[in-house]
């Protein structure tokens, strides 16, 4: 499977990753490994086998809607490199 | 080629929180508003570790706005992650559905001046929505608020059925009303509850391939939305009469410029990498909860619309205004129960209540007076005690101080005057000093009445019972 080095700058951009003209060659040639190693899963026989949906097949798991507030507020916020009356402060994104 | 060989095809995505009482994936309340972050947890503040749990109440209000658009509800529908970096979406992905939404292939009835009009519904899917930035204007900092992170939302997609600005104003109203009526959202379009991405292309008439498409973002007002179309889609004319070609792309709406302007920073292609959430389960809807909920929907406004005009003669028009939002159509039915006088009650609720609530600039839920108030007032003026006029004068100050009608009338002396023998007296009084009038009158100058009624309602204030007037003042003219 081959993968374009396109591609690759494309994905980077998509996870918001600058990456090296280096590092660009070396994931190019990653990717095409993974995207091989997974490929070998076609082999599985799946004739008369379900479909499946998604890996942790649950169905229904809710809670009732019921208000429970978070106790700790403080907490929340302490992570935050930066904070001003209670938000998270960020560069300006506008 | 003119604009009139032209038709605008408009897509709309809406999006409607639901008003459920905690947020989609956690315990956090979804009250608007509240100080900064303090309707948030680790779920919805996307720490580490932490794990959604899905409401059973979002998908009950999901399915309900299924079944009230016609759509078919999904046996097994799932959750997805929609991936994207913006700084309101702390965990970098929104919880959403893709390929399994929980409703599809329904429509909505919408009245056009052709006639009835069934606008397909693509797909209803539940969603999360983002949290708050506040910019600092001069400065250089952006803040996050993440109260509304997270609160529950369903996403409308219409099919290209809708044809210009007015039949996208008529869609839109009617699912706002309808999701009014079934109680699962809000609905509150200055507060962001109540919201639409706009899709807006043109095509030749005889052409049966769409043109190429632009979308508007996150519009909140019927005008602005009716305004962006009918814009967009003359933009869209010009650039094709000029031999250009329309790029697809997002824009938004300059409100002070009246235009449409094209994002800056345009977005990457669209590649949001969805893939199934690993982190919850998949809903399953049995046909029993269905139709549960089918047999408890409350009557929906296009039945109500049509048992105004059967049985109580109604005119459509009327009809249609009245039941477009559920507050007017209790208002109708609340007042309707006591006064038992369904063209009056329409009338009032027609001109002087959707009067008031358009000079205040006020949505029809904001109206401070119950329908039982409205249903006394007009009672009181069918019983005679005070007259349409003054009725008016009561309304007003029901919108201004919220005090009931019979109060009103106590505490400013406004029972009317029908008294014949005071009304007789106060003729008298103004015949006298309008003996012009008089001459007038029996000369044939019918206005010469209606000039001494207005003398009388002058002097009283307008309490005099104006038929008794017109009764009184013939008698005494033609005496």
């Known amino acids: 499977m081959n993968v374009s080095k396109e591609e690759v700058i494309h994905m980077a951009n998509l996870a918001s990753l600058n990456l090296t003209e280096n590092e660009i060659e070396k994931y190019t040639k990653d990717m095409e490994e993974i995207i091989a190693f997974a490929n070998t899963i076609k082999n599985v026989n799946t004739e008369n086998i379900n479909e499946s949906i998604i890996a942790n097949e649950t169905y229904n798991v809710f809670r009732k809607d019921e208000v429970k507030e978070f106790e700790d507020k403080e907490a929340l916020l302490k992570n935050a490199s930066k904070n001003e009356n209670g938000m998270f402060h960020i560069p300006k994104v506008i | 080629m003119s604009n009139g060989d032209y038709e605008t095809i408009v897509g709309l995505e809406i999006h409607a929180e639901l008003s459920t009482k905690t947020k989609i994936f956690c315990s956090c309340p979804t009250e608007f508003g509240g100080e900064p972050n303090s309707h948030c947890?680790?779920?919805?503040?996307?720490?580490?570790g932490a794990l959604p749990v899905l409401n059973e109440k979002v998908i009950e209000y999901a399915v309900k706005a299924g079944i009230a658009m016609n759509c078919e509800i999904a046996e097994i529908s799932k959750n997805d992650r929609k991936n994207y970096f913006y700084p309101d979406l702390p965990k970098s992905y929104q919880i959403s559905q893709y390929d399994m939404p929980l409703c599809k292939n329904g429509y909505v009835e919408i009245d056009t001046k052709e006639g009835k009009k069934k606008i397909g519904i693509t797909r209803i899917h539940i969603e999360e929505d983002a949290g708050k930035l506040n910019h600092d204007e001069f400065g250089k900092k952006s803040f996050v608020d993440l109260n509304r992170a997270g609160v529950p939302l369903i996403e409308i997609v219409s099919e290209p059925d809708i044809r210009g600005a007015e039949e996208a104003e008529a869609y839109l109203k009617k699912v706002k009303a309808i999701l009014e009526y079934i109680e699962v959202s809000d609905c509150k379009m200055q507060e962001g509850s109540f919201r639409a991405d706009v899709n807006v292309s043109v095509r030749k008439k005889e052409d049966n391939k769409y043109g190429t498409r632009t979308e508007i973002k996150n519009m909140n007002s019927f005008r602005a939305i009716v305004n962006t179309i009918?814009?967009?889609?003359?933009?869209?004319?010009?650039?094709?009469e000029n031999g250009g070609k329309i790029e697809q792309e997002t824009l938004r709406w300059d409100e002070l410029q009246g235009q449409t302007i094209s994002m800056r920073d345009k977005e990457d292609a669209q590649d949001y990498r969805y893939f199934p959430e690993p982190d919850l389960g998949l809903i399953k809807i049995t046909k029993e909860y269905v139709e549960k909920i089918k047999e408890n929907l409350p009557e929906l406004p296009e039945s109500r619309k049509k048992r105004y005009i059967s049985e109580y003669n109604l005119p459509e028009y009327d009809a249609n205004i009245i039941t477009s939002s559920k507050y007017l159509s209790n208002l109708f039915e609340g007042a309707l129960a006591i006064c038992k006088n369904p063209k009056s009650v329409s009338n009032w609720i027609m001109s002087d209540i959707i009067g008031a609530l358009n000079e205040r600039e006020i949505e029809p839920?904001?109206?401070?007076?119950?329908?039982?108030?409205?249903?006394?007032?007009?009672?009181l003026i069918d019983k005679g005690t005070i007259s349409t006029s003054i009725a008016k004068k009561v309304l007003q100050k029901m919108f201004e101080t919220s005090e009931k009608p019979d109060e009103i009338i106590k505490k400013y002396g406004l029972v009317q005057i029908s008294d014949e023998d005071t009304i007789r007296k106060l003729a008298h009084k103004i015949l006298e000093?309008?003996?012009k009038s008089i001459i007038d009158y029996k000369s044939g100058k019918d206005h010469a009445l209606g000039f001494l009624i207005g003398q009388a309602m002058k002097e009283t204030k307008g309490k005099a019972n104006p038929r008794l007037l017109d009764q009184i003042f013939k008698e005494e003219l033609n005496k």
């Open chain 2, 365 to 379: 839920d904001k109206i401070p007076f119950s329908a039982k108030d409205l249903g006394d007032l007009i009672v």
């Open chain 2, 41 to 48: 947890c680790p779920v919805c503040m996307a720490m580490p």
């Open chain 2, 433 to 435: 000093a309008n003996p």
């Open chain 2, 230 to 240: 009918s814009y967009e889609a003359q933009r869209q004319i010009n650039v094709i």
